[in-house]
């Protein structure tokens, strides 16, 4: 039986998946890093492939943007094709002069102003926090790649809204440590854990909020390697 939006086979989705928001980018990966990648689904342009790296069986999936989009793929990537890790490679914005354009946040939590968590228990707060072990694998990944990016490892802020009507609110968060903004980690950690399985959210800085330094969407799409590299070097090491 196939699921309802990403339409794969039995099968052709593997255990390991790397999940960038933009489909594009995850047709760049498959093409840039694996071998004898493979289309297993195109549905609704939310492209999807399966290949190997370094022997490994992994798949890149895209996952849309915002949370409600990402929980809809990674549901169907947990209940439906039995994925064990996810691994989230994605852009996030800087809200803290600590990072640069182009520097990599490694998230070990991710705070959010989304609904969905509230619904989903009652009122009360959840802290999302990453597996240990694709923490700690990403981290040593880190360390032993040469990379032309520095690695940070911290929390995000996963915001529903991308142009926020109240931006000052955001410097609660920085005073408590949250080093960028981006829009899925947390959802992503919660369903994780809520499946028993192993979620991460490695992320490139594609746009620095405070000194309005970006990146271009090609350079978005196709620049972000370095994350790239870490990501599987984790992901097939746990």
Same mark, same amino acid.
């Given at each position: 039986?196939?699921?309802?939006?990403?339409?794969?086979?039995?099968?052709?989705?593997?255990?390991?998946?790397?999940?960038?928001?933009? /489909?594009?980018?995850?047709?760049?990966? %498959?093409?840039?890093?694996?071998?004898?990648?493979?289309?297993?689904?195109?549905?609704?342009?939310?492209? +999807?492939?399966?290949?190997?790296?370094?022997?490994?069986?992994?798949?890149?999936?895209? &996952? +849309?943007?915002?949370? /409600?989009?990402?929980?809809? #793929?990674?549901?169907?990537?947990?209940?439906?094709? @039995?994925? *064990?890790?996810?691994?989230?490679?994605? &852009?996030?914005?800087?809200?803290?002069?600590?990072?640069?354009?182009?520097?990599? =946040?490694?998230?070990?939590?991710?705070?959010?102003?989304?609904? !969905?968590?509230?619904?989903?228990?009652?009122? $009360? @707060? #959840?802290?999302?926090?990453?597996?240990?072990? $694709?923490?700690?694998?990403?981290?040593?990944?880190?360390?032993?790649?040469? $990379?032309?990016?520095?690695?940070?490892? +911290? *929390?995000?802020?996963?915001?529903?809204?991308?142009?926020?009507?109240?931006?000052?609110?955001?410097?609660?968060? =920085?005073?408590?440590?949250?080093?960028?903004?981006?829009?899925?980690?947390?959802?992503?950690?919660?369903?994780?854990?809520?499946?028993?399985?192993?979620? $991460?959210?490695?992320?490139?800085?594609?746009?620095? !909020?405070?000194? +309005?330094?970006?990146?271009?969407?090609?350079?978005?799409? *196709?620049?972000?390697?370095?994350?790239?590299?870490?990501?599987?070097? %984790?992901?097939?090491?746990?």
């Amino acid at each position: 039986m196939v699921s309802t939006h990403i339409a794969a086979e039995p099968g052709q989705i593997a255990p390991v998946v790397l999940f960038p928001g933009d /489909p594009l980018r995850a047709k760049w990966i %498959a093409e840039t890093f694996l071998d004898d990648a493979e289309l297993y689904s195109e549905t609704r342009g939310m492209l +999807g492939y399966t290949g190997t790296w370094n022997g490994h069986r992994v798949s890149v999936q895209g &996952s +849309g943007m915002g949370q /409600p989009s990402m929980a809809i #793929y990674a549901h169907e990537l947990f209940a439906d094709y @039995d994925v *064990q890790t996810i691994v989230r490679v994605g &852009s996030c914005g800087a809200l803290t002069e600590k990072l640069k354009v182009r520097d990599i =946040v490694i998230a070990n939590a991710a705070s959010t102003d989304s609904g !969905i968590n509230r619904v989903r228990f009652h009122g $009360l @707060d #959840y802290a999302p926090v990453a597996d240990f072990a $694709l923490l700690r694998a990403a981290v040593e990944a880190s360390e032993s790649e040469p $990379l032309g990016s520095t690695v940070h490892v +911290g *929390q995000l802020f996963s915001s529903d809204q991308f142009y926020s009507t109240r931006p000052e609110l955001t410097q609660a968060f =920085v005073q408590h440590g949250i080093l960028g903004v981006e829009m899925e980690a947390a959802g992503l950690y919660t369903l994780a854990a809520f499946h028993g399985r192993r979620a $991460l959210a490695i992320c490139t800085v594609s746009d620095h !909020i405070v000194t +309005g330094e970006e990146t271009t969407a090609q350079e978005r799409e *196709q620049t972000f390697g370095d994350m790239i590299r870490i990501a599987l070097r %984790a992901a097939t090491a746990v």
